[in-house]
Structure formats: C-alpha cells, structure tokens
T-cell receptor, first 112, second 115 residues
C-alpha cells in the first residue's frame, strides 16, 4: 500500500519567516495530495490540495508543490503568523478507493 | 451548511456501557468516514460508507458498529470498549464515493475516554 513520510517532525520558525514541510510518497499511482492543519482540540482542516496533473498551487500565504518524478510534495507557508502554529498532516490518495494515507504529522511552532 | 458536525464533543464511558457517536453533514456528500486518532498520531481509517453502504472496514473489532441510516447521518455504536479505545473519533465526508478521489472534510471529533 501507499506509504507517506513527512519531515521534519517539528519545525520552529520566527514570526514572519517561511516554513516548508516536505512529504514523500511511494505509490506512483497516487494522484491526489491534500494538506490538513490540526489545532489542539479540533479536527483536521483541509487547507490546500493538489492533483497529479498540476505542479504547483497557491492560496494566499500557502502553496503546495508536487514533483511526480521524485515522488515528493511540499507545503510552503510564507509570512508565518502565530495562528499558523498547529500540527500539519500531508496525505496521498490510494488508487481505486477512498483511502488517504497520512504522514505522521509535523508540529509547527511560530515564535512571536 | 458546509460543515460536518459531531455529537457529543466529549464522552466518558465504562467498559460495560453502550453508547453511540453521531455525525451529520448536509453538503450532499455521498461518502462518509470514521477515523480514530490517538494523541500525536495521524487519523487511522476505521470505516467508509459509499452511497449509504459499508464499503471499507479496516478490520475494526466488532465492539465498534457503524450505521448509516441515510445519506446525511452516520453513527458509531460502541459496546464493551477497552481503555485502549480511548481516542479522538473523527467523522469525515466527501462529495464523491465509489473509489473516486475527492476532498475529505473532517468534523471536530468526539473525545472518548473509556474507564
């Protein structure tokens, strides 16, 4: 089955700096890659996603890039703010069903 | 209405109790999911319903029993749980079903504690 690895596990950044989280996946047939943000005590919130026919997608301060050849995708957060502090999960879809394979998560801490 | 709602927010139960978790969405989504999430871990898929039929059961113990009464509602019936079943139980829904890839939207979860 699909295996998604996420690095680094913890990331601390100064407010205003950029944060980058990278994920790698194993199944070249995966074609959908969402990113979720989970704040303490809440459910995961879909913040951005990308499909395999697109290399990059941007939504205000958040962007995702996909490299199908290398089988990795990254989340970029620019001009970080304290409210960006959360756990971020990447995921990849497995062909033929509704399953999402999640990475282990990344704790992002934005230092004011 | 563009959200998934879950009740209750918190639940404490003994190992001999029977309780149910409820999930609702009014977005017309045709796939609904139950996930279990332990602290500092990603969500783990338990069940998937597509068009109100159970399509995926990830070898979940029978003390967890899902039910999909209609296209907007999903229940998870709990019976004879163990302390290790304590976790955040998340419901999610997606517009497409039947193995088609689509965005999954999560509810806020039910924090379950089994004593």
């Amino acid at each position: 089955g699909e295996n998604v690895e996420q690095h680094p596990s913890t990331l601390s950044v100064q407010e205003g700096d950029s944060a980058v989280i990278k994920c790698t996946y194993s199944d070249s047939a995966s074609n959908y890659f969402p990113w979720y943000k989970q704040e303490l005590g809440k459910g995961p919130q879909l913040i951005i996603d990308i499909r395999s026919n697109v290399g990059e997608k941007k939504d205000q301060r958040i962007a995702v890039t996909l490299n199908k050849t290398a089988k990795h995708f990254s989340l970029h957060i620019t001009e970080t703010q304290p409210e960006d502090s959360a756990v971020y999960f990447c995921a990849a879809s497995m062909r033929g069903n509704n399953r999402l394979a999640f990475g282990k998560g990344n704790q992002v801490v934005v230092i004011p | 209405d563009t959200e998934v709602t879950q009740t209750p927010k918190h639940l404490v139960m003994g190992m001999t109790n029977k309780k149910s978790l409820k999930c609702e969405q009014h977005m017309g989504h045709r796939a609904m999911y139950w996930y279990k999430q332990k602290a500092k871990k990603p969500p783990e898929l338990m069940f998937v319903y597509s068009y109100e039929k159970l399509s995926i059961n990830e070898s979940v113990p029978s003390r967890f029993s899902p039910e999909c009464p209609n296209s907007s509602l999903l229940n998870l019936h709990l019976h004879a749980l163990q302390p290790e079943d304590s976790a955040l139980y998340l419901c999610a829904s997606s517009r497409l079903a039947g193995g088609l890839t689509d965005e999954q939207f999560f509810g806020p979860g039910t924090r379950l504690t089994v004593l």
